[in-house]
């Protein structure tokens, strides 16, 4: 079975602080991880991927992954009201040749 | 511009009215794939291509079609639309198939079936 979880949220931090977004799964096999940030309305973007254990970083944005208890999570730091959208974690199935499995998305609201 | 583009934006139609959605990527990429988005259910793929001719299906292909004849281009087809295919479709590109994880997304197009 393949599963991307995520806490649909609304997430609700105040601007400049870390907000902080989870993603389990459930297939053990899964060597590559995504995060993608959706707008109301719009399309989804890649933001950050990750593929191996520990952190990733990449200007305010850490992707930290941990496959022995698989979950990876997406750190924002700095958080602006700009950065308010559904926030979907991807995961890549391994058993269906290359479909790619997407969470149902953390809405997050950064307020000022 | 490097983009996908989707036609139409936005679709009403009724039951049983076929009609076609298309996509088309000017990156030259292999790897091409259509999704559907449903309040609460996420983003559900229906149907990927790895390259020309060459097309599988996701994990809701039930009531679509899709054809690889080029590169370039990947159009959903609805054969016979019902209500329950009203819905958000995204279709998505990348560069190859190692790579498909990293996959750019049309605008989208919102389909009302009545």
């Known amino acids: 079975q393949k599963e991307v979880e995520q806490n649909s949220g609304p997430l609700s931090v105040p601007e400049g602080a870390i907000a902080s977004l989870n993603c389990t799964y459930s297939d053990r096999g899964s060597q590559s991880f995504f995060w993608y940030r959706q707008y109301s309305g719009k399309s989804p973007e890649l933001i950050m991927s990750?593929?191996?254990?520990g952190d990733k970083e990449d200007g305010r944005f850490t992707a930290q992954l941990n496959k022995a208890s698989q979950y990876v999570s997406l750190l924002i730091r700095d958080s602006q009201p700009s950065d308010s959208a559904t926030y979907l974690c991807a995961v890549p199935g391994t058993n269906s040749g290359y479909a790619l499995n997407f969470g149902k998305g953390t809405s997050l609201l950064v307020t000022p | 511009e490097a983009q996908v583009t989707q036609n139409p934006r936005y679709l009403i139609t009724v039951t049983g009215k076929k009609l076609t959605v298309t996509c088309s990527q000017n990156?030259?990429?292999?790897?091409m794939s259509w999704y559907r988005q449903d309040p609460g259910l996420g983003l559900r793929q229906i149907y990927y291509?790895?390259?020309?001719?060459?097309?599988d299906k996701g994990d809701v292909p039930e009531g679509y079609k899709v054809s690889r004849k080029e590169k370039r281009n990947f159009p959903l087809i609805l054969e016979s639309p019902s209500p329950n295919q009203t819905s958000l479709y995204f279709c998505?590109?990348?560069?190859?198939?190692?790579?498909?994880?990293?996959?750019?997304f049309g605008p989208g197009t919102r389909l009302t079936v009545l």
């Open positions: 990750i593929y191996s254990n």
């Open positions: 998505a590109s990348s560069p190859d198939p190692l790579s498909y994880n990293e996959q750019f």
């Open positions: 990156m030259n990429h292999e790897y």
């Open positions: 291509s790895m390259n020309v001719e060459v097309t």
